[in-house]
T-cell receptor, first 108, second 115 residues
Framework: GQNIDQPTEMTATEGAIVQINCTYQ??????LFWYQQHAGEAPTFLSY??LDGLEEKGRFSSFLSRSKGYSYLLLKELQMKDSASYLC?????????WGAGTKLIIKP | GAGVSQSPSNKVTEKGKDVELRCDPI?????LYWYRQRLGQGLEFLIY????????KSGLPSDRFSAERTGESVSTLTIQRTQQEDSAVYLC?????????????FGPGTRLTVL
């Protein structure tokens, strides 16, 4: 079957660092997407990992281990605007398999 | 257009009525997806179109749901005899000619409320 596991909710402080973990099981795997979704808005693309390792893009980094079925999204220098849901989405064949996402709450 | 557009942005209907939701994908994007998102929940795949291939309808929850796409452009999602559990945001996304593996660009969604 196909399964995605990420924490339902996390809380962090403005200026700090937070790591959102995702484990997945899919039939077929091409890569993994991370999307950000603010309340009441559509998801927007953050990153796509195909190979094992860390991809850094500004304040956001994403890591993938294909053999472990594991990924994380690392957010540095947190800002209040980072309060949103973060969706881990493994890519299997032509589909993205969507988890329920992690709601990140940033406190001053 | 510059991005994926959807209409209407909001739709309130009475139980039992039919509704039609529209999606205009990014020009040149051959892949188009419809998703449903209930409040506080993740994205639920409904249907996928890729070029002229037969669509993947495996996510449609019942025969009240159907979707069409005209060539590689506009798509419409139709819900017949709406029920209260159909209330959700319906999101459309499109991706580049290479199809899966490429970033999906989402429209703003249509918020459907069934009274």
């Amino acid at each position: 079957g196909q399964n995605i596991d990420q924490p339902t909710e996390m809380t962090a402080t403005e200026g700090a660092i937070v790591q959102i973990n995702c484990t997945y099981q899919t039939s077929g795997f091409n890569g993994l997407f991370w999307y950000q979704q603010h309340a009441g808005e559509a998801p927007t693309f953050l990153s796509y990992n195909v190979l094992d390792g860390l991809e850094e893009k500004g304040r956001f980094s994403s890591f993938l281990s294909r053999s472990k079925g594991y990924s994380y999204l690392l957010l540095k220098e947190l800002q209040m605007k980072d309060s949103a849901s973060y969706l881990c989405a493994p890519h299997s064949n032509y589909q993205l398999i969507w988890g329920a996402g992690t709601k990140l709450i940033i406190k001053p | 257009g510059a991005g994926v557009s959807q209409s209407p942005s909001n739709k309130v209907t009475e139980k039992g009525k039919d509704v039609e939701l529209r999606c205009d994908p990014i020009s040149g994007h051959t892949a188009l997806y419809w998703y449903r998102q209930r409040l506080g929940q993740g994205l639920e795949f409904l249907i996928y179109f890729q070029g002229n291939s037969a669509p993947d309808k495996s996510g449609l929850p019942s025969d009240r749901f159907s979707a069409e796409r005209t060539g590689e452009s506009v798509s419409t999602l139709t819900i017949q005899r709406t029920q209260q559990e159909d209330s959700a945001v319906y999101l459309c996304a499109s991706s580049s000619p290479a199809g899966g593996g490429d970033e999906q660009f989402f429209g703003p969604g249509t918020r459907l409320t069934v009274l």
